[in-house]
């Protein structure tokens, strides 16, 4: 008898651990049409993002916080998902966005700005 709850409880532990990996790495579920499909991401600090997701045919520009996700731009939806969209390099329209938008997140939390030596 306690043989087998032992053995019940190590499958279950094995199914939550399954799960939890799942949620942490963003593991989709297979099989049935996405509505939202995230194109591109990248980090502006610590906890905050900037995502691209397309939703019918266009792209959403969210900034995404802890507490908050807020729509800041909608372009329509493009063929492909060039080096142009997912670069984030200082030249790039998305790496001036990702600038500007730190500079502006850090003030309005009263962060000191960082020193990096691309600014130099």
């Known amino acids: 008898m306690l043989q087998a709850v032992l053995g019940m409880a190590c499958v279950l532990a094995l199914i939550l651990g399954c799960a939890w990996l799942a949620r942490r790495f963003g593991l989709q579920r297979l099989g049935g049409g996405h509505v939202v499909k995230v194109v591109s991401s990248t980090s502006v600090g610590q906890r905050e993002r900037v995502v691209v997701v397309e939703v019918a045919g266009q792209w959403l520009v969210l900034g995404v916080t802890p507490q908050h996700i807020n729509a800041l731009h909608t372009l329509p939806a493009q063929a492909g998902t060039g080096s142009s969209v997912t670069t ?5 329209p998305l790496g001036q966005f990702r600038q500007v938008f730190s500079q502006q997140l850090r003030q309005s939390l009263g962060v000191k700005p960082r020193i990096s030596s691309a600014s130099s």
Request: hydrophobic share 0%; charged share 20%.
């Open 88 to 92: 984030t390099e200082p030249g790039t």
